[in-house]
């Protein structure tokens, strides 16, 4: 059972930064493809970013520059760090594990998600 926790959400200004971390428990963390994806209100849960057990890392075309996404198995800790956020980047934003194929980041194939924490972009 993969088991994760969110933390790191808040508000912010627009232009500011934010880092979302997420602990994972349960099986060998280096075995995980870890990502995040987002919902804002109203609209589906779409992907953020993704990193695979060996490969590099995934983002959507609306973050690319501005989120880098990291991870420390050491600490079975993933991070998404938030740069020049913008007043679209507002949504509950939830850590995801893909134990299917951890190679890849193929955003169907998460299938383990924390509670969601949520990032809030002021004007």
């Known amino acids: 059972q993969v088991q994760l926790v969110e933390s790191g959400g808040g508000l912010v200004q627009a232009g500011g930064s934010l880092r979302l971390s997420c602990v994972a428990s349960g099986r060998a963390f280096s075995s995980y493809g870890m990502g995040w994806f987002r919902q804002a209100p109203g609209k589906e849960r779409e992907f953020v970013a993704g990193?695979?057990?060996?490969?590099?890392?995934s983002y959507a075309d609306s973050v690319k520059g501005r989120f880098t996404i990291s991870r420390d198995a050491t600490q079975t800790t993933a991070y998404l760090q938030m740069n020049s956020l913008q007043l679209e980047d507002t949504a509950v934003y939830f850590c995801?594990?893909?134990?299917?194929?951890?190679?890849?980041?193929?955003?169907?194939?998460?299938?383990?998600w924390g509670q969601g924490t949520q990032v809030t972009v002021s004007s």
């Open positions: 990193l695979g057990s060996t490969g590099p890392a």
């Open positions: 995801a594990a893909n134990t299917k194929r951890p190679w890849v980041v193929i955003p169907g194939d998460f299938t383990h």
